[in-house]
């Protein structure tokens, strides 16, 4: 899937040392040379096998990767094998929920208000478990995204609430991400060392 690049308004954020940490994860991120990032994206396409394939069957989401992310798009294919559902977050609008959108690999791609490859058309779905791409994460479980706050007003909007895993690269942990009144503890969170669980959910427990 190929990658994209966030608009502006992803980085706003009233944090000066939260944008600073923002920008310094997202330089690191990017200088991972190519075999490094795809080493670490295999050994984090694997734990995530691990941790979701026991489960059964269920609905999921993920987002298309921008900046060096990790790509979840084959193990995505590989859950709708197993029966899996998935679903791509939609930003249809600034200071709003996001909607969730079905995809396939043979999903017809658009792109959205930013420049993130989305379906382009496909059924409205609410999703179980929430994949979050992030820049920086803490030991409590917090993640530091691009600072648009979409998945922080997405997550106190849905009703239940989903499982939510955080995915990204070791580097991007920090001691504390200074987490403000609207940030929401991740479930779990995936690096290429390992799952870090955070809450005993039982849909974790395989």
């Known amino acids: 899937m190929p990658a994209s690049t966030p608009s502006s308004e992803h980085i706003a954020d009233s944090s000066v040392l939260r944008a600073a940490l923002r920008r310094e994860k997202l330089a690191l991120r990017m200088a991972q040379d190519e075999k490094t990032r795809l080493a ?4 984090i396409e694997a734990h995530l ?28 294919a590989l859950l ?24 396939t690999p043979s999903s017809t791609m658009s792109v959205d208000r930013h420049g993130i490859p989305i379906p382009a058309s496909g059924p409205a779905i609410v999703p179980g478990i929430v994949l979050l791409p992030l820049l920086a994460f803490d030991a409590r479980g917090f993640r530091l995204g691009y600072g648009g706050g979409y998945f922080d007003r997405t997550l106190a909007a ?28 991740l479930d779990a969170i995936v690096t290429e060392t390992g799952v870090m669980r955070h809450a005993q959910d039982y849909r974790l427990l395989a």
């Open 49 to 76: 096998s691990a941790l979701l394939l026991p489960l059964p069957p269920q609905t999921i989401s993920f987002c298309a990767p921008v900046r060096g992310e990790f790509d979840a798009g084959p193990l995505a």
């Open 80 to 103: 709708i094998e197993q029966g899996w559902t998935i679903a791509m977050p939609i930003a249809d609008a600034a200071n709003s929920p996001m909607c969730f959108r079905g995809w």
């Open 158 to 185: 849905m009703v239940p609430q989903p499982l939510t895993i955080g995915v990204g690269f070791e580097l991007g942990r920090v001691a504390d991400i200074l987490p403000q009144m609207h940030d929401i503890p």
């Open 40 to 43: 670490h994206s295999a050994r």
